[in-house]
Each structure stands twice: as structure tokens, then as C-alpha cells.
């Protein structure tokens, strides 16, 4: 599967691109394993048995302790924040369930919180949505004490085709508490969601990522004289 980059949204995250000098966004996955060293942590949500062409709902909050030896990776705690809708609930879905080719998780509520136990510096995550439910993501990224926002993106293409293929991925300067992710109906599909702490100083692909970034808006504003 091609998994678009985040330069590859940069362009349509313009105007509603905001982040501090206490992260950068992370180009792409290899990137990210380059800066944890090989020691991160990663959640796929294969652990728990959701059957070919099914989709399953969970309880609102999901972590190590949750079921039988835990359905997500000690680390995390997936929750699910009710909006709008009635739902309060995540789903966990399965392969071929609306074109997906991994199982993964979404909130029904809007939007889908991951929370770090311990705080860390560096996490990516894979998005994606329904067969033929274009959709547009917003993530919102918070310090330690889970209130202070160091960083958000919004107006995130992530088409219709279904399936995973949109990463996005941030480094703090200082330690990253909680990250929401949330749609315009339900949240995003989450996938692949790795984490960990920075042993190396960020990779050079952050750094062309800021790069391509400024050039793209130096385009855009050319185009707008």
C-alpha cells in the first residue's frame, strides 16, 4: 500500500496548520523509527479477534487492563470523546470491513483520544477511512499535562478509497501527553500507532518537512500576487 506522506497534505493544511516551537511534525515512518532508535512501541489493534468483514464495538476507553491480558499495548489509553452523536462507543474493525486491509480502531463519538501513560517525545500514527466515506481528519497534539496544545493540524485529506494510508507523526521538544484525532461524523480509522522517546536529535526528514512546508507557502503566496 502507498502511504502518503505528510508533505503530500502539507499543501491543502495550509491555512489551518499550527504548531510551536515545542514540536515538529515528522515526515514520514521511517523517519520516526530512525528517531526512536528501534525502541518504540507499537499498537496495531490485531490483538483482539474481530471477525473477516466485521466490525465490533468496545467499550468507550480501551488499555492494557481491558479483557483478557489487555487489548491495546501497556503505554496507551484509547477513549473514545462523544460529540453529537448518540454512540459512546469505539469499534474495532475488521479486515474487509468497508475496504480495510488491517483491523483497526474508531470512535463513534467524533473524535478518538490516545493518552500517554508516561509522556514521550516522538509518536506517528497511520489514518484512514470507509470505503466510499471521503472524510477530512483534524489532530490536536498536548503537552504533559494533556491541556496545553503545542500543535494541530486540520483539514486533513483523507479521500475515500478506504483502507489505511495517511501517516502523521510529531516530535516534542518537551514531553507529549495525549494526541485527539477527530472527523466530520465519526473519527478517523487509527492504525500502527507507535511511540516512544527520541534517542537521536530529530531526523533531517523533519527538518526537509519544514523546508517543503515554507516553500509550499511561498507558492501559495505568489500564486494569490
Not at 159 to 170: K, Y
Not at 191 to 197: I, L, Q, Y
Amino acid at each position: 500500500m502507498i502511504y502518503k506522506s505528510i508533505i503530500g497534505i502539507a499543501y491543502t493544511c495550509l491555512s489551518v496548520f499550527s504548531i510551536n516551537e515545542n514540536a515538529a511534525l515528522i515526515a514520514d515512518r521511517g523517519s520516526l523509527d530512525l528517531l526512536l532508535g528501534g525502541n518504540g512501541i507499537t499498537e496495531n489493534f490485531e490483538s483482539f479477534s474481530v471477525p473477516v468483514g466485521s466490525a465490533i464495538g468496545t467499550a468507550p476507553i480501551l488499555d492494557s487492563s481491558t479483557g483478557t491480558g489487555g487489548y491495546v499495548v501497556d503505554g496507551i489509553v484509547v477513549t473514545n470523546i462523544t460529540s453529537n452523536r448518540l454512540s459512546d462507543s469505539l469499534q474495532w474493525n475488521g479486515t474487509d470491513y468497508f475496504g480495510q486491509t488491517s483491523q483497526n480502531i474508531v470512535s463513534a463519538g467524533g473524535t478518538l483520544s490516545i493518552n500517554f501513560n508516561n509522556s514521550i517525545t516522538a509518536f506517528g500514527l497511520d489514518l484512514g477511512v470507509f470505503n466510499g466515506y471521503p472524510d477530512t481528519a483534524g489532530i490536536t497534539v498536548y503537552g504533559a499535562d494533556g491541556i496545553t496544545v503545542i500543535a494541530s493540524l486540520s483539514n486533513i485529506s483523507l479521500g475515500s478509497s478506504g483502507g489505511i494510508d495517511t501517516f502523521i507523526g510529531f516530535y516534542g521538544v518537551g514531553p507529549i501527553g495525549a494526541v485527539n484525532i477527530s472527523g466530520s461524523q465519526w473519527s478517523p480509522l487509527v492504525d500502527n500507532v507507535s511511540f516512544g522517546n527520541a534517542v537521536i536529535p530529530i531526523p533531517a526528514a523533519v527538518w526537509l518537512f519544514s523546508s517543503g512546508l515554507i516553500g509550499l507557502i511561498g507558492i501559495a503566496r505568489r500564486k494569490k500576487v
